[in-house]
T-cell receptor, first 113, second 115 residues
Framework: SQKIEQNSEALNIQEGKTATLTCNYT??????LQWYRQDPGRGPVFLLL?????KEKRKERLKVTFDTTLKQSLFHITASQPADSATYLC????????????FGSGTRLQVQP | DAGVIQSPRHEVTEMGQEVTLRCKLI?????LFWYRQTMMRGLELLIY????????DSGMPEDRFSAKMPNASFSTLKIQPSEPRDSAVYFC?????????????FGDGTRLSIL
């Protein structure tokens, strides 16, 4: 069966450190993978999209990698700040099936001052 | 620009009642997605539309759920009759175009509690 797995345990790090979140998938052949941020009581907000032929994508302090051999994406936040505390969701579209996003369950990041 | 607007933000009602959730798309967007989010199951796609036409409703849990797009900028999700297990946060999201790979713009959701 198809699965998108993110670490369900919260990630706690110190301010200034790099946070690394993992998204693993099975039985998908995604052409794209997206990352979203969700704050309590709010809808998810799009952060980054990476294509299957891109190894890495950056936006300010954010970096995403995409390894289609490992079937994994890593999401990095460098120089983390308490304001980065939120739940981060990965999402992908299976290019062989329905043309809509399927989301992972998300990982909660807590950045301690 | 106004984002995706959902109403109501909170709804508490007794089981058996009809519930109607509303969503206004971003101007110029023509694809709409309805999701449900719970702790147990995460964010699940219920149905999506392109140009007012339902494309995939395989995520709709059962016949008690129905969704419509009466015009290009507005959608409703109706539950009749409602049950306690329908309690969740319901989100809608929109994009411009039919390509599901585009970044989605979400509303802030309707928190639904069925007693």
């Amino acid at each position: 069966s198809q699965k998108i797995e993110q670490n369900s345990e919260a990630l706690n790090i110190q301010e200034g450190k790099t946070a690394t979140l993992t998204c693993n998938y099975t039985n998908y052949s995604p052409a794209y993978l997206q990352w979203y941020r969700q704050d309590p009581g709010r809808g998810p907000v799009f952060l980054l999209l990476i294509r299957e032929n891109e190894k890495e994508k950056r936006k300010e302090r954010l970096k995403v990698t995409f390894d289609t051999t490992l079937k994994q994406s890593l999401f990095h936040i460098t120089a983390s700040q308490p304001a980065d505390s939120a739940t981060y969701l990965c999402a992908l579209v299976d290019d062989t099936g329905r043309r809509a996003l399927t989301f992972g369950s998300g990982t909660r990041l807590q950045v301690q001052p | 620009d106004a984002g995706v607007i959902q109403s109501p933000r909170h709804e508490v009602t007794e089981m058996g009642q009809e519930v109607t959730l509303r969503c206004k798309l971003i101007s110029g967007h023509n694809s709409l997605f309805w999701y449900r989010q719970t702790m147990m199951r995460g964010l699940e796609l219920l149905i999506y539309f392109n140009n007012n036409v339902p494309i995939d409703d395989s995520g709709m849990p059962e016949d008690r759920f129905s969704a419509k797009m009466p015009n290009a900028s507005f959608s409703t999700l109706k539950i009749q009759p409602s049950e306690p297990r329908d309690s969740a946060v319901y989100f809608c999201a929109s994009i411009a175009g039919p390509d599901g790979n585009q970044p989605q713009h979400f509303g802030d959701g309707t928190r639904l509690s069925i007693l």
